[in-house]
């Protein structure tokens, strides 16, 4: 509507209206798209009235469809649990390869780029279009009129399959030689083509074609313009991006920019800070965990006081030839400072028994992970125990807890230490036992946030697997079966535990399936599925009756094995195949990418449906997941059973939800500009599909007899919880009132935890990795938490006492909980703030110095050839963060955070930079802290300005929240997948 010179309101009518408009005899705006074809999600083609073609697009949604608004809410939380399969519909929401080929096109110049000129193929593919578009209107009885069709539509099919972006050559060499300081990356050149300006790599990693005429110039900001433009903080898929640097300020641009209530944008506005503070912590842990795992008795003495060894106990022990007798002396006060006799008493093993178990490397290995192992369950089972209902409190339970905490550190320390003396050694690495003990290991860190220390030992768990022949069944023949099995087990544990971290952490999976030929175990054997092939081919197949002849035990690991050889599927098939994430791909037509996208969704439904069929196989641990503790008391389900069964239940839902979450970085890549509409209703299905995931999770939750249980289960249920309330998948609204009474009853759950709280101002435990571990989730689960309340009340257009009047009439027992969520310097989030001082974030550099000059010097001196040769053998450590023992001493994790393209670590932040250090120097130590600029003085490419985030207040008063916006996005164009 227009306004003409008189004040009326004059309508403008369309002189044309597309196919589907016309079919459906409504009015059409004339645009391409059409807002009507949007809404359908359809193809919007102009056609002249007479030469109109239908298209075979369904406008009605299929029965599993769930439409947004008011409808939404009527999905109500489920009490059994429900395997019906939701698919990413190809057929009614997308391409289908017939309409591809009768889809009119233009001639599209400008630009090759380094690709040789495909204006033929282009014009083949016009002519053979208008020759099948003037058959369409012939009658099809006429057999010559069906042949002719079908020989056009063979060339058409010929075409596009044998259409593939060739480069040239004589290009290439050019930009080779080209020498020019400022000259971009051969794989940049190779993005610009005259079929697209603009890519999405990943969700939140846009690549644009300054040269095109586009108002996005990537030069122009100092920070981007010698970067990648995938930020390789987070991995490439992975499926959290939205806790990236990118993806907070993608949350930043979506909702917050856009806030209707001037209070709640106040509250979001200090959740900004909460989530960047958690990215923050998160690099700031891992270069902790870089020095502590490299070097475990210096990082975990230097916390302590350290104790003299009594020179009788020192002497008396024969020195192995690979410890010096400084490092025995290390382990030697790190053994004496175990709480005793709580450690005797919980690990059965005796301070002589220690000490003769450490005159062999091997052996004390197997000893201290046997020990750190129990500890661990016992400790677990301590907290489950005491978070009960009904647990009466006792007066011992603090010391008790204090002592868990201690030794679990000092274990964990011995563990990596003894771990790093037996890398080196083949005659230990490659043996069944030490496989065996790693494995054990892997296990039992994996709950921990050291997620360093995890995917070291792993890498190095599979290189020795390989190197033993575990993936290859040739290596088996010969062998009795019980060893065989044993092999196999081993083997397909530590493939389950790279696949989920792949899927977690977004990072490309080291192990080649092609490669892989060993059998599966004997719970897949059994039900006639020999090796992975086997599986993937015949899964759908399996008899259901010999399924349910397993243990609760040996049916989890089953589903989890099958579920993660799913997703190792996935990775090699779609996630990270050449014929989808190929650099050539951004050449290529639009048609051949649509057809590329067809596939894709063809390829992923058939995974879905796998996944589907092994949860109906798996039921039975649905059920027992489901069941309220008492009916299951009653059924002869035992406290063991039904963990076990909530452990697989929340791995299936993390998994599934992983593998949606990462297939938008591949659709995202192949979807066009003006088509992203279309992509709404499968979009939806897949939102859908995760909310129910969500609503069984919260159930089981609340059903859980102790706490810590819940906390237990976060590992999976945050990432089902992050994509939710970002709306990963939706459009509409999604959480409802009933949503948020639910998560406010899960939260207030995991905070009547209070035995950490209780206990923070005891050294034991605020040191420890267990209460860091807690902390964190906890964080991570109040922020999250309070997203949810702020965009429920935004949406809802209340404010805190609205809220509060809400919950006082629906769920009086957790009206106080939002006060502990939104006021940000609540208990909640004092570990989050904890670390900041007032005049910022980097000022603790100096503090940390000081306390490390407490540490023994002469110590450092006397162990320096030794921690040379340990850092010089553990190659996967950076450079800049180990290089000589004073470094290994002295680096400060406050200074690089995160990992660049190459390697280093770096400041996530720019920030974090401006800091001028080089005056800071550490007395009494081998080396000083270098200038973290000059120490990259070669690299002019890195930022040397931006942004300090500072304390909470100073970020709420000072940060305009359009520059941070500008920062966190690098100035990408705001044009996310979705």
Known sequence: MVHTSNGKIKKLRSSRACSNCRRRKIKCSGIQPCPNCEIYGCLCVFEPVNGMTPMNFSSKPSETEFHHGNSMHSVKPKTEPSHDLITLDSVDYYFRTENLLTTPVFLISGNDGLYKDDSENQKCLIELQTILKQLQDLPESNPLVLNIKQNVTSQLQKLLNNWEPQIDLSKLQEVVQNTEKDSKSIETELMKNKYRDKVCLARFATWSDSTVGSDFNINSNPILSQGPSVEVARGLFSPIQVFSLRGIAFLLRKYLLNINNIKNSYSMKETVYLMLRIFDIGCFQENEQCRYFGNPLDVYLGKWQTISIPENLSSSIALPNSMTEMENNLVFRIIM????????????????????????????????????????????????????????????????????????????????????????????????????????????????????????????????????????????????????????????????????????????????????????????????????????????????????????????????????????????????????????????????????????????????????????????????????????????????????????????????????????????????????????????????????????????????????????????????????????????????????????????????????????????????????????????????????????????????????????????????????????????????????EKSGLHLRVKKMIEDDTHFHSEELKRREPFIKKLTESISDIPSTIINSPSNAKTFNPDINFGKQADGTFMSPLPQLQNGNLSDLKKKSMVGELQDPTKSRSNDSNLPTSGFNIGTLDDFVNNTDLNDLYDQLWSNQEWDTFL
């Open 337 to 836: 400072m175990f709480p005793q006799p709580f450690t005797t008493e919980i690990t059965s093993s005796t301070l002589h028994d220690l000490l003769y178990a450490s005159q062999n490397s091997a052996v004390m290995f197997s000893h201290v992970v046997k020990m750190f192992s129990i500890n661990k369950t016992k400790f677990v089972n301590f907290l489950v125990r005491i978070t009960k209902a009904n647990y009466k409190v006792l007066e011992s339970d603090d010391n008790t807890f204090r002592s868990f905490c201690q030794l679990d550190d000092q274990l964990r320390t011995l563990c990596y230490h003894y771990f790093n003396l037996t890398l080196n050694n083949r005659e230990i690495c490659l043996t069944l036992e030490y496989l065996e003990t790693l494995l054990s290991l892997l296990k039992n860190i994996r709950s921990s946030k050291q997620l360093y220390s995890f995917e070291r030992m792993l890498n190095v768990a599979l290189e020795c697997a390989k190197h033993i022949g575990l993936p290859r069944w040739e290596y088996y023949v010969g062998l009795d079966e019980i060893i065989a099995e044993k092999r196999r087990k081993l083997w397909w544990e530590l493939y389950c535990l790279e696949k989920h971290l792949c899927l977690q952490t977004g990072h490309i999976s080291s192990i080649n399936e092609t490669f892989m030929t060993c059998l599966l175990p004997q719970q897949f054997i059994k039900v006639g599925l020999l090796n992975n092939k086997d599986l993937l081919t015949k899964i759908n197949s399996v008899p259901q009756q010999l399924v349910n002849l397993m243990s609760v035990q040996s049916l989890a690991f089953y589903g989890r094995c099958a579920a993660l050889q799913l997703v190792g599927h996935f990775q090699r098939k779609i996630l990270y195949a050449d014929r989808y994430t190929s650099i050539q791909n951004s050449a290529k037509h639009p048609i051949l990418r649509a057809r590329l996208l067809e596939e894709t969704f063809k390829e992923f439904n058939e995974g879905k449906k796998a996944l589907n069929c092994l949860k109906g196989q798996t039921m039975r641990l649905f059920t027992i997941a489901n069941m309220d503790s008492s009916y299951a008391r009653s059924s002869d389900i035992s406290q063991e059973d039904s963990e076990i069964a909530k452990h697989f239940v929340f791995l299936y839902g993390n998994i599934l939800c992983g593998i949606l979450a990462s297939s938008t970085n591949i659709v995202s890549r192949l979807t066009e500009e003006c088509k992203r509409r279309e992509m709404a209703a499968p979009l939806s299905k897949a939102g859908i599909e995760l909310y129910k995931v969500w609503i069984e999770m919260n159930n089981i939750l609340l059903g859980c007899e102790s706490d810590y249980s819940i906390c237990q289960l976060l590992k999976y249920y945050q990432l089902v919880f992050i994509l939710i309330i970002t709306k990963a998948f939706t459009i509409g609204d999604l959480v409802t009132k009933e949503d948020v009474i639910t998560i406010l009853r899960v939260f207030k759950r995991v905070h009547n935890i209070s035995i950490f709280r209780n206990n923070e101002e005891n050294e034991k435990v605020f040191k420890s990795e267990s209460y860091k571990t807690f902390c964190s989730e906890f964080s991570v689960l109040g922020t999250v938490t309070r997203m949810t309340l702020i965009s429920y009340m935004d949406e809802e257009k209340i404010d805190a006492d609205g809220l509060n009047l809400i919950l006082c009439s629906e769920a009086p027992d957790i009206a106080d909980i939002p006060e502990l969520i939104l006021d940000s310097k609540a208990y909640t989030f004092k570990y989050l703030l904890k670390p900041v």
